[in-house]
């Protein structure tokens, strides 16, 4: 179905008012402005922000294998801290404010993504995270585990409780720094 608008016609008249009150103007010179960026320091902010996180790739090795069980359930408390942390996490005495969700990455899109979660709870103040792996091929279910363990700042994690994700999850506490000011 096709309509048919009628056309649209002008009077001489509106063409002779056009001209007359363009009358007097000359055509502008195109030209590319280049504007200098006034926020230098916000660019170096992001530089910063960027070598932080490739930093905390690079603790995720494919070659490490530590000393956890992760056919089992998921159990890891960082040595000198207490060891009360996994059990907290197993009860659910901490919710995650954080969730990650890793279904359909590879190994490689999950070094960054844990990378930048584990970025965001520190510069979030948020000590408690989950991580949605799924149970798959199990690919994921052993590394992030493994990848874990080797970051300096995980003080725990454990197999998430049900309502969490259950075997396919796990909950993280990040080590924060303790004297914190809180601005407003």
Do not use: W
Not at 43 to 50: D, L, N, R, S, T
Not at 136 to 165: C, N, T
């Amino acid at each position: 179905m096709t309509r048919d608008y009628p056309e649209v016609t002008m009077a001489s008249d509106d063409f002779d008012l056009f001209r007359e009150a363009i009358s007097g103007t000359q055509q502008l010179k195109q030209d590319t402005v280049i504007h200098e960026r006034k926020a230098t320091r916000f660019k170096g902010e992001v530089i910063a922000e960027q070598k932080k996180q490739h930093q905390a790739e690079f603790y995720f090795s494919d070659e490490y294998v530590p000393d956890i069980d992760t056919n089992g359930t998921v159990n890891y408390v960082r040595p000198g801290a207490d060891k009360y942390l996994a059990k907290q996490l197993r009860r659910g005495d901490y919710a995650p404010e954080l969730i990650l969700d890793m279904h359909g990455m590879n190994k490689e899109t999950a070094k960054d993504e844990l990378a930048a979660l584990i970025h965001a709870c520190k510069k979030q103040h948020v000590s408690c995270a989950c991580i949605v792996h799924g149970i798959g091929e199990r690919i994921l279910k052993h590394k992030v585990p493994h990848y874990l363990v080797q970051h300096p700042d995980i003080l725990a994690m454990h197999q998430a409780p049900l309502e969490y994700g259950g075997k396919g999850a796990i909950l993280i506490l990040v080590d924060l720094p303790q004297n914190l000011e809180f601005r407003r």
